[in-house]
């Protein structure tokens, strides 16, 4: 791997997020990797910009094109291959939507997408292919979907969604967690992001400030796919968390090439545990286009999680799950 260094807990996280990686060029001699499919990389970041913290290529291993952290983030020429079944909205998100922004496919709880920005581009991604842009509740349009959760008592949990709403500056979030709070029939704020584990220098005492303030209780629902995403400084940002009372989940995506061994994610669910951080889900791939070649069967993933059940107690066994357009809820995989 790069040589790591201890991060400047000085420099500010958005700067950290500035010098993000954003061409393939410059990630391939970061790891030394010869630049054959440079031409293709560039194309196939044309349709999905390249974005990777320079503090997560540190965790990639110099000269492997293997490397598990980079083919989650290397634009690649299989992501022009068009195949049946896969599709740009791959969990009906664009029908769920009530107002702009909010998304009502569950009952009891939202998900508002508060940004389309994130910290890290990963190629599997759902909403690769989102319109942000119309789609997207900006803290200048949130009144909407204020008032249709506050018109609803039966929504007792918020989803901050994006994007990574923790791209956003802490005083919007601090703002919408107190409207949020206000709001007498809510008692959940769930916040997904992968910027704790990309960036973990975004758990500063700004965003532990609001947290720790809300009346609402928090849950964090991390995304890590690999061990090797999860170092020291990592196990700090979630140590604070926990310190604040947030409670840790972590969500994987089950991805070829990447974590589709038994021995990955037993290394994964342990070392998350000893972080303070729960297992929850591991989601099959989200049928995209774009993300085909990322897809493990499921024949394959029920025998992986068979293996986990085997070597692991159960509380560190994630759910495997498949999220279903028009379904009310994430359908379990059970063999």
């Not at 009906?92 to 389309?116: E, N, S």
């Not at 704790?196 to 809300?214: H, K, Y």
């Not at 994964?268 to 591991?282: A, H, K, N, Q």
Request: proline share 7%.
């Amino acid at each position: 791997m790069i040589p790591h260094t201890s991060p400047d807990c000085q420099i500010p996280w958005q700067k950290l997020l500035s010098r993000a990686v954003r061409d393939p060029a410059e990630l391939l001699a970061l790891l030394e990797l010869p630049r054959d499919d440079l031409p293709m990389a560039r194309h196939a970041a044309s349709l999905f910009p390249l974005r990777v913290p320079r503090g997560y290529v540190a965790r990639m291993e110099k000269g492997n094109p293997r490397d598990p952290l980079l083919l989650q983030v290397l634009p690649h020429r299989l992501e022009f291959e068009e195949k049946p079944g896969f599709d740009t909205d791959p969990v009906g998100d664009m029908d769920a939507m009530a107002v702009p922004g909010l998304l009502h496919k569950y009952h009891g709880r939202v998900l508002l997408v508060t940004t389309g920005a994130c910290g890290i581009h990963c190629r599997y991604c759902f909403r690769r292919h989102f319109p942000y842009q119309q789609s997207t509740s900006s803290a200048s349009r949130w009144g909407a979907a204020l008032d249709y959760i506050a018109s609803d008592p039966s929504i007792q949990e918020v989803i901050l969604s994006g994007g990574d709403p923790l791209n956003l500056g802490d005083d919007k979030l601090a703002r919408l967690a107190g409207e949020l709070g206000r709001i007498p029939h809510l008692r959940r704020l769930r916040i997904h992001s992968r910027l704790p584990i990309v960036l973990p220098e975004r758990v500063d005492e700004a965003l532990l400030g609001w947290l720790s303030a809300t009346a609402l209780q928090v849950i964090m629902v991390v995304h890590a796919n690999h061990p090797q995403e999860l170092g020291s400084e990592v196990a700090i940002a979630m140590n604070k968390l926990r310190q604040q009372g947030v409670t840790l989940l972590n969500q994987s995506v089950l991805l070829s090439s990447v974590n589709d061994q038994a021995t990955t994610l037993r290394q994964l669910s342990e070392r998350l545990f000893e972080m303070g951080v729960l297992p929850y889900y591991l989601h099959l791939l989200d049928r995209v286009s774009g993300a085909s070649h990322f897809e493990v069967s499921e024949a394959r993933a029920l025998e992986i999680v068979r293996e986990l059940r085997h070597s692991l107690p159960g509380y560190l066994v994630p759910g495997l799950v498949r999220e279903v357009a028009g379904e009310m809820s994430k359908i379990p995989v059970l063999s």
